[in-house]
């Protein structure tokens, strides 16, 4: 069983119209919510996890699906299994959508999955925690990016690491399935999308975040374009590469080269809170001689070649209170994107032939210290004209790292960091159309105030980063540059008081901007916006049955711009979704 609340609401002459589940799906607007609806405090069961976030669009026409994995997940014993191209709907797909259904019951602490096919990385998760009666959700992703993988027979992989035994209960149980539609990869013909009509599907379920601008207006984190993405190439890449013993090897007609990685900290020690590290001497439980900036690079023969700033990930237990995300997750929680580095302008040394050193690090991790996962794709845009493409890397600007995080004593501590990079590069290709001129310009910056009191009962941040880049692409047509400027927040704070009561206030952003523009004219553009807030509290060291956990969590989601619109928002109290508006 599910709670289900439902309210009628209307926001600036706007109707936000919220469906009960169930038998009074499509009846109309339901009933506004009555207090008396909402429990005094947790029970055994809540609404199953769903997030505000857009689904992913699908096309009009002929659809093919196959299963990819089913498995049930006690350990850490990876299913195997083999995928084999759907048959009937040919190897050209307009789109490629990925859905894991899950669901698992008892008790059970939130656990991080992926799925590998062919070796390659195309989707990285994290779990919800369950209910003693029991959750079921769904994350539907983009993955068309992909389809040179799904072309071909190939092995597959996954793998969400659990513990069963007589106290962690909960089997993760998930099927996975691939739906390919036919047609041409930049078709345009779609269903109607969350910006006209309700998702289809139902609030129960959690449609995480697609990838991809082409999937939902406003999305400010776009698929990788083509040769020339400004210049009208095509979004889906010919090749998708894996690193071989930490190298890769591309083809040598290759035009442009888009590194993506699933960089997350996690395995339950520090890394996995690691913007809370503090320096010595400060007396906290996670240290860090550079205290809490990290920073993703990857270099290509030992060159730096990009930089970024990690996503601040929470998962479904994180800031010691599952009882803030057991209806909603934290931003990316459920479907983990890849941090993207341009690396074009190195193409002319990777078309060599041979193999070129590919290394992923993360700055400020404690020498010896994991806690990191960060594995590699390559996609690959190809010259069909020309057998050979070359070129040469013609600036790299690297300046320094700034990083100070200082200690101040006190009755409460305090940690005040701020840091920085910037890295400029550009080279160009000579392609059948022309030499083409490719310039990435990153920056990034974090700055945050980190306060906690003797033991730890109270523990405190308020952060931001940001993480600017832009790439101008000069050549076959008039020059263009993308800019995005991402915002990422986190404000918050624990506090243990008397009677063992402890309560986590938070909250969450995931902010971008993304514009387009050609010749000094801005062509297109796009906002987004997801905005979690909670405030939850339970009591420690007694039987579950005993916390008296009480939490209301809410989360915006918005993304506006040159393609539409669309605006989300979902509130839950003790478990109970008690709103479920739209607007746009």
């Not at 009937?88 to 789109?95: F, Q």
């Not at 009561?501 to 801005?522: E, I, K």
Request: aromatic share 8%; proline share 7%; net charge negative.
């Amino acid at each position: 069983m599910k709670r289900r609340i439902g309210m009628s609401m209307l926001a600036g002459g706007v109707a936000g119209v919220t469906l009960l589940a169930g038998t009074l799906l499509g009846a109309g607007p339901a009933p506004a919510a009555q207090l008396t609806d909402i429990p005094s405090e947790f029970g055994t069961d809540w609404h199953d996890p769903i997030t505000a976030a857009p689904p992913v669009t699908k096309p009009f026409g002929t659809s093919c699906q196959v299963t990819v994995a089913e498995a049930q997940f006690r350990d850490f014993t990876p299913f195997k299994g083999t995928y084999t191209p759907p048959d009937g709907c040919g190897d050209r797909w307009s789109k490629v959508v990925l859905r894991m259904d899950g669901k698992v019951k008892g008790r059970q602490y939130d656990r991080l999955g992926h799925l590998q096919i062919g070796g390659v990385e195309i989707f990285r998760t994290s779990t919800p925690e369950p209910s003693p009666d029991g959750i079921e959700w769904s994350v539907e992703k983009d993955v068309t990016r992909y389809s040179d993988t799904l072309r071909r027979g190939q092995d597959v992989e996954m793998l969400i690491g659990n513990v069963v035994d007589d106290t962690y209960t909960g089997v993760i149980d998930v099927k996975v399935t691939l739906t390919f539609y036919t047609g041409r990869p930049d078709a345009t013909t779609e269903r109607p999308n969350a910006t006209t009509e309700r998702p289809d599907a139902t609030p129960d379920h959690a449609d995480a975040t697609p990838d991809h601008a082409d999937a939902t207006p406003g999305h400010a984190d776009a698929t990788p374009g083509g040769p020339d993405a400004a210049n009208g190439g095509p979004a889906t890449p010919d090749r998708v590469l894996t690193l071989h013993d930490g190298t890769l090897t591309t083809p040598r007609n290759s035009e442009r080269v888009v590194a993506e990685v699933y960089a997350t900290g996690s395995g339950g020690g520090c890394e996995e809170f690691w913007y809370l590290s503090a320096p010595d001497p400060a007396p906290y439980s996670c240290k860090a001689a550079g205290g809490p900036y990290r920073e993703v690079q990857i270099k290509v023969d030992g060159q730096l070649a990009g930089i970024a700033a990690p996503f601040p990930h929470v998962w479904t237990g994180g800031w010691s209170n599952p009882f803030l995300w057991y209806v909603t997750p934290g931003p990316r929680a459920f479907d983990v994107k890849p941090i993207e580095y341009d690396l074009t302008p190195f193409a002319g040394l990777l078309n060599d032939g041979r193999p070129h050193r590919v290394d992923v690090s993360v700055v400020g991790v404690p020498e010896g210290q994991s806690g990191w996962s960060a594995p590699v794709n390559v996609l690959v845009w190809q010259d069909a004209k020309r057998a050979h493409v070359t070129g040469k890397l013609t600036t790299h600007q690297a300046g320094d790292l700034a990083n100070s995080s200082t200690y101040t004593p006190g009755s409460e501590h305090r940690v005040d960091t701020e840091g920085g990079h910037r890295l400029t590069v550009a080279g160009y290709v000579d392609t059948s159309h022309g030499r083409v001129v490719t310039t990435v310009r990153r920056s990034l910056t974090n700055g945050s105030v980190h306060r906690w009191t003797d033991g730890e009962n109270l523990d405190a941040l308020d952060a931001t980063w940001t993480d600017d880049q832009s790439v101008t692409v000069d050549g076959r047509g008039p020059a263009r540059t993308s800019r995005t400027q991402r915002t990422y927040t986190m404000d918050g704070s624990i506090t243990i008081g008397a009677g063992d009561r402890l309560r986590t206030v938070l909250t969450l952003g995931d902010r971008a901007a993304r514009v387009t523009t050609q010749d000094g004219r801005r062509i297109a553009w796009s906002r987004l916006d997801d905005t979690v807030e909670g405030d939850a509290s339970w009591t420690l060291n007694v039987p579950r049955d005993q916390r008296h956990a009480v939490g209301t969590t809410s989360e915006r989601y918005r993304s506006y711009g040159s393609s539409g619109c669309y605006d989300r928002a979902l509130t839950s109290v003790q478990g109970v979704l008690t709103e479920d508006r739209s607007r746009c």
